[in-house]
């Protein structure tokens, strides 16, 4: 069993999301199971 704050972290994740207005996109992508990941760059 995970402890409280591992299935918190599982429950609620943090630095998840779009960036509408990022300056650069990037797109890694694993042709064997299809996976896609998005990673935003921007300036707060």
């Known amino acids: ?3 409280d704050k591992v299935m918190n972290h ?3 994740p943090g ?3 779009e960036i509408p207005d990022a300056d650069a996109i990037e ?3 694993n042709p064997i199971c299809g996976n ?3 990673i935003y760059q ?3």
């Open 1 to 3: 069993m995970y402890c």
């Open 10 to 12: 599982f429950a609620n």
């Open 15 to 17: 630095n998840v999301g």
């Open 27 to 29: 797109i890694v992508e």
């Open 36 to 38: 896609v990941m998005y």
């Open 42 to 44: 921007g300036q707060e």
